[in-house]
């Protein structure tokens, strides 16, 4: 936890200039901001906290409002029941390989739209940046959207997902800045040492462009995850859903069944606490493996973003 | 979660509606009449009692709306037997109930929806009406012999007549039912009653009395908090007091801006009406005597339902779910030997009554179904699945001697091993879970025997006390043109809006009763006037209409 270490700096006042000896409102501005972002995290914190409790606490435990930070009524039978239900693991083996096969296919056509686009002297850049750029502020629609994919024959399948959102303009620009950062001399020189474009590519600028790679899967994996409108819109089966739709439908059935007067036939409640787990269950990949790449992902946006 | 907001999806969705309805309201005319094309595999004569079957098998596409409860599976018994019976497979498109009306939205107006469209509640069909996108189906219901014979026998045409367009049709097949169902009461402690010597309160004065007497007893907490408050406040308690009133459908849910006077023969403003106002008196006296919780208008159901289970209130607005599955389980946690029931909703000013409309959410049929060579054989399987009795019973109940069974005097009993709203709770199987049947797109409505079927005996108590209870004739339809449908949509969500404010003030207090006149010259400020005028210029037309038709 963050201390505060003011009165070290006070004692060793030597140390430092005069001028920039710290001040008492600098004092107080750190015992300020280190209790509002105290405040930050318990606000964070503690949704995360409860839902995990909930997982482990009993249905009329959580009905009564009884469980904060620590469960009550403590079982695992809802984490059997929902580990065992094959629709749970279709769904989310579904998420998996919808999340992969989209990232790849993103990585694969964003880098090379963005090395394309770093090139200073290629001609009509303007053009294809402002192709790009315009999808930003002007798009098809829903329904035209809608068409083109069912017309296309991608219902149904991983393409309906991953295609239509494999370039995310955002990312491509951010890319296209690091590229443009690197040194051109590097390209030349393995150029002169008789590489061609892709093996330039391939060999001199992707190694040196880790971090900007590996913030870069982190932004669509995370977002492939935990997207479920295209998969709600283009699959028709409940064993083509991912995890999300799942999820949310799930939900969907506790609160709506029960508070809108639905008829008799819908007022089929869902356990509070199956809601819980699920939810853990779901966001439980993405929360373990946020932590490793997080330093990529800090220093591979701001590089892009100075250097840019 | 990607955020994609509702009311910018819904926005998206209504533009692109509209956008449709230019390119193919000019479809032309399709001649009814001539079904000649589309006899393939049905039935030469089909009538009531009779089983439908189609010539050759078929299969028909429909859209399901999936509920996380009973999560679609391909093996139902419902598939199967249902296939085995009409000769008819259904392909179903699933979409998960929670987003269910944005796919159908999208769908439709991309012209890619299944034949049947079912779960759509009346009122929700008139976005499409304009695209051409769904089928006039009242132009065929002489394909429908049940439904016909339903609406006579349980004298329903004026309930049905509710959903005709300005075009003089109308474009969803409602579910049916027998007479009104009410299903929200106040659930109270009878224990905290009997320790204080109470009789279950009949009447509203009643209810406040047992209130003030609860409150003697307990000066601490308040005997009432609510819930069913987000985001209509006092959802079901001012629906159910301002029926009690006689304001029209009543406040909370049912509130609707323009209530018919059979005096006057015309629509009047709910807001400004003195029934409306006697209402507001009375949940305003049981705010000020503090009797009830006035967090009730604005809390979440969790918050209410932790009140009243953890024994710091007493009475609460229930439904029959909700007192099995939430109040009984959670209050036997804290206070075990409490006790709980539903009481017949307190009688008010209005006298024994109940209102409500007999229709129940039903099925839309995509316009392309019409052109489809099977097209009669599916209105007579449509016919046959939801409005015949052995349909509605097959849909609800299953297979007799395999779900079910039933004794001499016609009464259902479930199978051994199959349980249904814990009918059954040793069982190992559940009818909706397992076998698909009792499942919200296709059971629905029918006979209050039927509805009744699967009720508790306490809640059939309850019903025995409804059904008796005089049901009120609905509003005459006043269909609106295209334009006045706009100009409606405009002045109708700020004019509820402001007057479910205001009655929120006037029931907490922030606003004294003594400004009630000021109030109704406030509705006038928006638009209250020319509201009403719309809708009774729309209801002289439709009478005018009719009377014609009918000297003709």
Request: glycine share 8%; net charge neutral.
């Amino acid at each position: 936890m963050v201390t505060l270490d003011t009165t070290t700096v006070e004692d060793r006042p030597s140390t430092r200039p005069a001028g920039i000896r710290t001040t008492r409102g600098h004092r107080v501005f750190q015992t300020v901001n280190t209790v509002i972002l105290l405040g930050v995290i318990v606000v964070t914190l503690y949704p995360i906290v409860n839902i995990v409790a909930r997982s482990f606490s009993s249905d009329a435990y959580i009905r009564s409002g009884k469980v904060n930070l620590w469960p009550r009524g403590f079982n695992l039978t809802t984490y059997k029941a929902v580990m065992t239900n094959s629709m749970f693991w279709t769904d989310y083996r579904n998420t998996v390989v919808y999340t992969v096969v989209a990232t790849v296919v993103a990585m694969f056509l964003t880098t090379c739209y963005a090395y394309v686009l770093s090139k200073k002297d290629l001609r009509g850049r303007g053009v294809l940046v402002g192709v790009a750029v315009f999808t930003m502020f002007f798009s098809g629609g829903l329904i035209p959207n809608y068409v083109l994919v069912t017309t296309l024959g991608l219902k149904n399948s991983v393409w309906a997902i991953a295609l239509p959102n494999a370039i995310s303009v955002f990312n491509l620009l951010v890319m296209k800045a690091f590229f443009e950062g690197l040194p051109a001399e590097l390209e030349e020189a393995a150029a002169i040492d008789g590489l061609n474009t892709y093996g330039i590519l391939w060999r001199v600028v992707l190694p040196l462009s880790k971090a900007v790679l590996a913030t870069m899967v982190l932004f669509y994996a995370v977002s492939f995850w935990n997207s479920w409108f295209a998969a709600f819109l283009y699959m028709d089966h409940s064993d083509l859903m991912p995890v999300t739709v799942y999820l949310r439908n799930l939900i969907a059935g506790a609160t709506n069944g029960t508070s809108v007067g639905f008829t008799e036939a819908d007022a089929t409640a869902v356990g509070a606490n199956i809601q819980a787990v699920t939810i853990v269950l779901t966001t439980l990949p993405i929360l373990v493996v946020y932590p490793f790449v997080q330093r990529y992902f800090v220093s591979g946006v701001t590089l892009g973003a100075v250097k840019g | 979660m990607t955020n994609i907001s509702r009311r910018s999806l819904l926005v998206t969705l209504g533009a692109a509606t509209l956008g449709l309805a230019g390119c193919t309201s000019s479809g032309g005319s399709d001649k009814s009449t001539d079904l000649s094309k589309n006899r393939t595999d049905a039935m030469d004569t089909f009538a009531v009692g009779q089983q439908f079957k189609a010539t050759a098998p078929v299969t028909f596409s429909t859209l399901l709306n999936d509920n996380p409860g009973y999560p679609e599976k391909g093996n139902w018994l419902f598939w199967t037997e249902l296939a085995k019976r009409t000769n008819v497979t259904l392909k179903p498109t699933v979409v998960p109930l929670s987003d269910y009306e944005n796919k159908r939205s999208v769908i439709l107006g991309a012209g890619d929806a299944p034949f049947l469209i079912p779960k759509t509640y009346p009122g929700q069909e008139a976005p499409f009406v304009a695209s051409g996108a769904i089928l006039p189906v009242s132009d065929y219901v002489d394909l429908m012999p049940n439904y016909k014979a339903k609406i006579a026998k349980w004298n329903l045409q004026g309930d049905v007549d509710t959903l005709l367009q300005d075009d003089g049709k109308y474009y969803v097949l409602p579910g049916l039912h027998e007479d009104v169902w009410i299903d929200y009461s106040f659930a109270i402690r009878t224990d905290v009653l009997d320790a204080l010597g109470l009789q279950i309160p009949k009447t509203l004065d009643d209810l406040h009395s047992v209130l003030k007497a609860m409150k003697a007893a307990h000066p601490d907490s308040y005997p009432m908090t609510d819930r069913w408050s987000q985001p209509t406040p006092g959802g079901a308690l001012l629906q159910t007091l301002g029926q009690a009133f006689g304001a029209g459908y009543g406040g909370g849910w049912g509130y609707q801006n323009a209530t018919y006077d059979a005096g006057s023969d015309a629509f009047v403003l709910t807001g400004a009406m003195d029934q409306y106002k006697a209402m507001i008196d009375y949940a305003h006296t049981l705010v000020a005597e503090k009797l009830l919780d006035p967090e009730s208008f604005t809390q979440t159901d969790d918050q209410a339902e932790a009140k009243f289970t953890s024994g710091k209130s007493f009475v609460i607005s229930t439904n029959a779910q909700e007192l099995v599955n939430t109040y009984r389980p959670g209050l036997a946690k804290s206070v075990p030997n409490a006790k709980i029931v539903k009481i017949a909703v307190p009688v008010g000013p209005a006298g024994d009554v109940k209102v409500g409309l007999r229709l129940e959410n039903g099925l839309m049929i995509s316009k392309k179904a019409r052109d489809s060579k099977d097209f009669v054989a599916m209105m007579q399987f449509v016919d046959w699945l939801f409005y015949s009795d052995e349909g509605q019973i097959f849909a609800k109940w299953g297979v007799e001697g395999v779900t079910y069974t039933r004794d001499a005097s016609g009464g259902f009993q479930l199978a051994k091993d199959v349980d249904y709203v814990g009918l059954n709770p040793t069982a190992t199987k559940k009818l909706n879970v397992d076998f698909g049947f009792s499942n919200g797109n296709f059971a629905y409505g029918g006979s209050t025997q039927l509805l009744e079927s699967t009720f508790s005996a306490e809640e059939k108590e309850f019903q025995k006390v409804m059904t008796a209870r005089k049901t009120l004739a609905v509003p005459p339809p006043h269909p609106l043109n295209a334009d006045e449908q706009e100009q409606f949509a405009l002045w109708e969500a700020p004019l509820k809006d402001y007057v479910q404010q205001q009655t929120l003030k006037f029931i907490l207090g922030d606003r004294p009763l003594s400004q009630w006149d000021a109030f109704k010259s406030e509705l006038k400020g928006k638009n209250g006037d020319q509201y009403l005028k719309l809708v009774n210029t729309a209801y002289d037309r439709y009478r005018s209409k009719k009377n014609g038709s009918d000297k003709s």
